[in-house]
Structures are given as structure tokens and as C-alpha cells.
T-cell receptor, first 116, second 115 residues
Framework: NAGVTQTPKFQVLKTGQSMTLQCAQDMNHNSMYWYRQDPGMGLRLIYYSASEGTTDKGEVPNGYNVSRLNKREFSLRLESAAPSQTSVYFC???????????????FGAGTRLSVL | AQSVAQPEDQVNVAEGNPLTVKCTYSVSGNPYLFWYVQYPNRGLQFLLKYITGDNLVKGSYGFEAEFNKSQTSFHLKKPSALVSDSALYFCAVRLFSGGYNKLIFGAGTRLAVHP
């Protein structure tokens, strides 16, 4: 089982460039998430998708867009990268609903992004 | 505001000694609490969770956590630390809002276990 796969693992951008971070999960989960991780701040939710065809903003959505391409894939796009977006980005997935077992989120290995 | 606090940036423990990583929370209603671990250059891995029932929850790799409602705490513990336990640990609380489940994370505590 691959679980949650993120590409690329590393990326360096110049200010103003655009790029898309890819995420795919093979666990047939309904919900997917994008987080950023910054030192001393834990993980902060950027966007999430409760199910295929729906997306919603999280805590820090400014400067990002997302696409839930299908049930497996959830991409994050930076249209015009800024140095403040230098961070480690994590994709996660979970089953939707109120059941106990469905509350666990599974994470990818992350994308380290530097914006110069 | 609903939040999670991890008061220690780093915890240092000698191998073989017991360890505790602290977490306190502030949420309305009954909390759903989680611990995740992050090893270098890896994503977060689920360790354990408290939903309801017994206040002492057992999880992966010999870890356990104690839920204390009166102190609004959910501290992570292990009776005997291993060098391989050295990692970044995150406490999280689940919120169910708008039909979705979301996690609010603490800032993380780095655990260093010395030989």
C-alpha cells in the first residue's frame, strides 16, 4: 500500500513563479487535506475537500488554490509564489463521517518548498 | 477559541527512563484527542487517540496517553524511552464542523532520547 503519495519531494522557486503540488491516495478515502508546516507553529490547514467535487478554505488559504481532480487526487497550486510560502507542505486523507475509525488522518511524506 | 497547547519545545530523556510529553486543550464539548509522531523527512504517523471510555489509552510503539478531563490534558507517556523514539510529537484535537472532520494541531514537541 502506497498510502498518500506527494510529488515533488523538493522544489525551489523564484518569487512570482507558479507551481502545482500533486497528491494522490489509494485508500479510497473521501476527505483530503493540504497543510503547511512551519517551525514552532505545528500544522496549519490550507484547504480541504470533504468529498469529490467539493473544496473549502482552511486557516491559511490566501495565495493558494486547490483542485479535487477525482476521488484519488487533490492538487495545491501556487499561482505567484512568495517567500512567505517557503514551508513544508503535507497532504492528508481520511474517511468522512462521524465514526471513530474515520477520524484518523493519513499523511504523505511532504514537499519541501523554498521560494527565493 | 478552540486550541491545543504543547508547553515544551523540547524534552530530553535518557534511554531507559520514563518519558512524558505534555498536551493541554481547550474545546467545547467532548474532545476527540490524538497524538501523531513525525520522524525526520517523513510525514506524520498516527500514534493513538482518545474518543471516549478508559482514560488511559494505549497506542503504537509502547506509547500511552492519559486523558484528564478536569485538567484538560492529554499527556503522552512511555515507561522506558528508546533512542529510536527521538522525533517530533504533535498533539491534535478533532473538530467536526460543516460536515467535515478537521484536526487542530499543537506546535509540536521535539523528543530527544540520549544513550
Amino acid at each position: 500500500n502506497a498510502g498518500v503519495t506527494q510529488t515533488p519531494k523538493f522544489q525551489v522557486l523564484k518569487t512570482g513563479q507558479s507551481m502545482t503540488l500533486q497528491c494522490a491516495q489509494d485508500m479510497n478515502h473521501n476527505s483530503m487535506y493540504w497543510y503547511r508546516q512551519d517551525p514552532g507553529m505545528g500544522l496549519r490547514l490550507i484547504y480541504y475537500s470533504a468529498s469529490e467535487g467539493t473544496t473549502d478554505k482552511g486557516e491559511v488559504p490566501n495565495g493558494y488554490n486547490v483542485s479535487r481532480l477525482n476521488k484519488r487526487e487533490f492538487s495545491l497550486r501556487l499561482e505567484s509564489a512568495a517567500p512567505s510560502q517557503t514551508s513544508v507542505y503535507f497532504c492528508a486523507s481520511s474517511e468522512a463521517g462521524l465514526g471513530v475509525a474515520k477520524n484518523i488522518q493519513y499523511f504523505g511524506a511532504g514537499t519541501r518548498l523554498s521560494v527565493l | 477559541a478552540q486550541s491545543v497547547a504543547q508547553p515544551e519545545d523540547q524534552v530530553n530523556v535518557a534511554e531507559g527512563n520514563p518519558l512524558t510529553v505534555k498536551c493541554t486543550y481547550s474545546v467545547s464539548g467532548n474532545p476527540y484527542l490524538f497524538w501523531y509522531v513525525q520522524y525526520p523527512n517523513r510525514g506524520l504517523q498516527f500514534l493513538l487517540k482518545y474518543i471516549t471510555g478508559d482514560n488511559l489509552v494505549k497506542g503504537s510503539y509502547g506509547f500511552e496517553a492519559e486523558f484528564n478531563k478536569s485538567q484538560t490534558s492529554f499527556h503522552l507517556k512511555k515507561p522506558s524511552a528508546l533512542v529510536s523514539d527521538s522525533a517530533l510529537y504533535f498533539c491534535a484535537v478533532r473538530l467536526f464542523s460543516g460536515g467535515y472532520n478537521k484536526l487542530i494541531f499543537g506546535a509540536g514537541t521535539r523528543l530527544a532520547v540520549h544513550p
